[in-house]
């Protein structure tokens, strides 16, 4: 089965470390990453599409994607 998470944060390192753990658990970057200005919190935000090829299992809704 593939899998599709879209990752989001605040433009600082707890970010890159969201995406990064991501990564080192198999998911692959898919995609340009976003950027754009939140005018609730008045921070920029981050996005990034990541996917992942899970062999042996069937896609259920129920799933939780990041625990993968």
Not at 9 to 38: E, I, M, Q, R
């Amino acid at each position: 089965m593939k899998l599709y998470r879209f990752l989001t944060g605040p433009d600082d390192a707890s970010f890159c470390h969201k995406v990064t753990a991501a990564l080192n658990k198999g998911w692959d970057l898919h995609g340009s990453p976003t950027y754009t200005f939140n005018a609730d919190s008045q921070v920029m935000q981050c996005g990034q599409a990541v996917v992942k090829d899970v062999e042996g299992k069937d896609y259920v809704p129920e799933m939780k994607l990041s625990e993968q």
